[in-house]
């Protein structure tokens, strides 16, 4: 008996738990069909959140910025000091400044040196030529006032590429500085080469339309890019979702025509004989709706019989029907008698 009681004491909370489970579930489910698309919608939420971050962060992800690649040059070769590096990736269509930088010493031999050539080569790691150029530069002494004194080191800034857009995200870039004669048609006949101290490729945005908007406001991009995500997947799910929430659900099915088509008929009550006679009569002539006929130039009238109505024969039941003599007295049959 000990036992049988505990192990009834220790299904209690189960056969409560399925009890209220039970009830839940009878409560939910009339309302099941309206609340399953309702819960889809709710599940669907973090997701869209998700997906439309990710896109926020995406698009601030590309936006194109500007880049600066360090370049060290090869020197002693017999040709003019050179150097070769990969560009950072880029956005194909962007449009791009592309400049040299030198940092040269501060001395007399490098004024002395004159003009000479920076040539660029861009190519795609294929080893595909997308533009080469050259332009000319020169070291120019700078100026110099009471207060301050000269520095050693001279920026030098060489213009390359204007607006160029690269078409490819890798690209390779290819640069040489300085003459090809190596200034030996010049004084003594002497080979020289640039003394640089550092040397860089450097490229700029340049902003043009809405690329241009978006290069220069990224984090507001980016921001206004997830919440037009947002609102437009946002805008397809309740399209999809929505008319499922109120759609109507028959609870019973609908009866069959010929169920409601069905008209009872009751028997009528019993009438007189005569009433019934006149009703058989009346509903026996046939409703012929009669046209109207024109009236003619000679105003004829046409003299139509009256419809005349054919008695069903009397029930044996019934009594006969007598028929009453005429009063008018046929002269003939009057004339005959008197003689």
Known sequence: MADSKFTSL????????????SAFLAFLRPTFPHILPLLVCLSLVPLLLFLSASAGWIVWRNVAVGWQTPLYLQYGDGIPPYAQ???????????????LQLQVPNLDATYALGNFMTTLTLSTRSNKTLTSIRRPAIVTRPRVSFYSSAPLVLDVQIPLLTAFVPGTKHVVANVEVGRRDGWKSLGNEQGRE???????LRGVVVHH???GLVTRLPLLSALVSSIIFL????????????PLMFRHVPTQPPEPESQSAKVEIRPLPAISSSSSDDSESIEEKPLVPRRRSRPSSRMEIKNEDAPTTILPPAAPHDT???????????????DSSES
């Open 10 to 21: 220790l299904q209690l909370p189960a056969r409560l738990f399925f009890s209220a489970l």
């Open 85 to 99: 590096a990969a560009l950072p990736p880029l956005v194909a269509q962007q449009r791009y400044d592309i400049s």
């Open 194 to 200: 640039v003394s640089v101290v550092t040397a860089s």
């Open 209 to 211: 339309g809405i690329r």
């Open 231 to 242: 609102i437009v997947s946002s805008l397809i799910v309740g399209v999809c979702v929505l």
């Open 320 to 334: 006969p029907l007598r028929r009453r003599r005429s009063k008018i007295v046929d002269p003939v049959s009057s």
